[in-house]
């Protein structure tokens, strides 16, 4: 029984690695940033989501130390219990303020917030619509959940409004910008197209903070209001965690059911109060959006000749490779030249589209995107076929 349950796991990696897909972890030394260092060598990053570069910024860093001399190191509790703090609280309200919603339910993470709002919102009978590309943790809360699941072609809003029915509760979701393209779903088409006839989530964890007057992201952007909007903190918020907008009445339900929030232990008060800080900073510092903007047209300048560079308006810049084999080829001999370029492979991404996904972040300087570039543009004429 037992070996045989061992055997099982071994099977799986053993063909996970016969197929060029193990993946590994990295463990860098110091920060995070622009640069890293991993195994005593030092690395230009593009292939953090810190994109605005507060996961470094010492105004940031002052503000969490702040809040652990003045409120110790965790919460102690899940927020039913006594893990909720008045930092918690104004964090909340910061956000309802910022974005316009009535209600702002916190979370550990991007992905459980997504996990708690498709397993407690929905029930049996629902349809939920999701975007074939949406995350992981969506995708997979989808199959899990009640609901009757069916994937839309990505972007496809004439797919969805044909699949939409009348007899059950609709749910849409979208990604605000997709995680692995960064590309944008086209928000005002679909809010138009599911109007009343579906409630409306976007997952922008990608367009939060970036996109936007005074970043409020993705569907400020466009001037649409969805009914559950997820912002993610791992991101451009440089911390890390997650909130669920919505009306008072899905906050309270949310509050009582969602098993995510109800059962697991609140984000430390001390991380909430940064996270207060985060936002004002993201509201102040356009900047940040300026200098994302004019790295993401350098880049562009430089790469645009090239048919495997899908040119986003955000900081995800993928260069789509297509095998596996070639995108782990192309990403080492970038290591070789000191530049650290994540190679995205399926699962994550669809069979055959592997890729190189290159971020930018407000913390590079334009020389660093220009040594990029002209590596990149070395690496793949040297490594042929492109
Ligand atoms: C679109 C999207 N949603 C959710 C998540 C999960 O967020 P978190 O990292 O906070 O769990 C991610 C990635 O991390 C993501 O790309």
Known sequence: MKLAFKQRLKHALVERAARGLTRELIPLARQNGAQFVHQGNQYLNF?????????????????????????????GASPLVTGFHQTHQTLEAM??????????ILFNSGFSANQAVLLSLLQRGDLLLQDRLNHASLME?????????????????????????????????????????????????????VQHRAVLMVDDAHGIGVLGDRGMGSCAAVGIHPDLLVVTFGKAFGLSGAAVLCDRDTGDYLTQFARHHVYSTAIPPAQAYALSRAIEMIQQDQWRR????????????????????????????????????????????????????????PPTVPEGTARLRVTLTAGHSEAQVRQLAVTLQQVMARIGEY
């Open 290 to 345: 300026d200098k994302l903007r004019q790295l993401q047209a350098l880049y562009h300048t430089h790469l645009a000749w090239h048919t495997a560079a899908s040119l986003s308006q955000t900081p995800i810049q993928p260069l789509i490779v297509g095998s596996s084999t070639q995108a782990l080829q192309l990403a080492s001999a970038l290591r070789e030249q000191g530049i650290w370029v994540s190679a995205i492979r």
């Open 95 to 104: 956000l309802c303020e910022w974005l316009g919603y009535e209600r702002a």
């Open 47 to 75: 292939s953090s989501n810190d994109y605005l570069g507060l996961a470094t910024d010492p105004t940031l860093i002052a503000a969490w130390q702040e809040g652990l001399s003045r409120y110790g190191c965790g919460s």
């Open 141 to 193: 809360a989808g199959t899990l959940s009640a609901a009757t699941m069916k994937r839309f072609r990505h972007n496809d809003v004439a797919h969805v409004s044909a699949l939409l029915s009348a007899e059950h509760t609709n749910v849409v979701v979208t990604e605000g910008v997709f995680s692995m393209d960064g590309d944008c779903a086209p928000l005002a088409e679909l809010s138009t197209c």
